[in-house]
C-alpha cells in the first residue's frame, strides 16, 4: 500500500468509504429482544425485590435478642459524649443502671431504685429526666 501512489491511494479510501456507508444505509432488523423477554426480565427482577423485602422481615421479627431478656430489660436515654463514647440509662427490672460504653467496654457508672411514677404528674422530657439524672450520678460519684 505504500508502494501507491497518492491519487490511488484517495480513490481505494473513497471506495473503502462508499462500501462502508452502503452496509450502513441497509435498514437495521426489528430488535432482538422481544416483548416476552422484557416482561421475564422485568418479573424476575419483581420477584428478587420481593425476596429481599420478605427477608429483611423475617430477619426484624425472628432476630433473637430482640425481646431483651423477656421484656426486662429497656433503653430509658442515651447520649454522645464523645466520638465514640456514649452514657446509655437503662432500665432493668426496678432498678436503673447509668452506663459508659465506649469501643472496647462498658462500664457501670452508677445505680438506683427507678423513680416512681406519679399518675397526676404531666410527662416529661426524656433529655430533661436524663440531665437530671446524669447530674445526680455524677454528684454521688464526686461524693464517694
Not at 432488523?29 to 425485590?49: D, R, Y
Request: net charge positive; proline share 9%.
Amino acid at each position: 500500500m505504500n508502494r501507491l501512489a497518492p491519487a490511488a491511494r484517495l480513490r481505494l479510501y473513497v471506495i473503502s468509504a462508499l462500501v462502508c456507508s452502503a452496509h450502513a444505509a441497509e435498514p437495521v432488523p426489528p430488535s432482538a429482544v422481544p416483548t416476552v423477554g422484557l416482561l421475564q426480565v422485568v418479573l424476575a427482577l419483581g420477584l428478587v425485590l420481593a425476596a429481599i423485602v420478605a427477608f429483611g422481615w423475617l430477619l426484624r421479627r425472628w432476630m433473637p435478642g430482640q425481646s431483651g431478656a423477656g421484656g426486662l430489660l429497656r433503653v430509658v436515654a442515651g447520649v454522645m459524649v464523645g466520638p465514640k463514647e456514649r452514657l446509655v440509662l437503662v432500665e432493668l427490672g426496678d432498678t436503673w443502671l447509668l452506663l459508659g460504653v465506649a469501643t472496647s467496654s462498658v462500664s457501670l457508672l452508677h445505680s438506683m431504685p427507678k423513680p416512681p411514677v406519679d399518675p397526676n404528674a404531666a410527662p416529661s422530657a426524656p433529655a430533661a429526666s436524663f440531665a437530671r439524672l446524669f447530674k445526680q450520678a455524677m454528684s454521688a460519684r464526686r461524693g464517694s
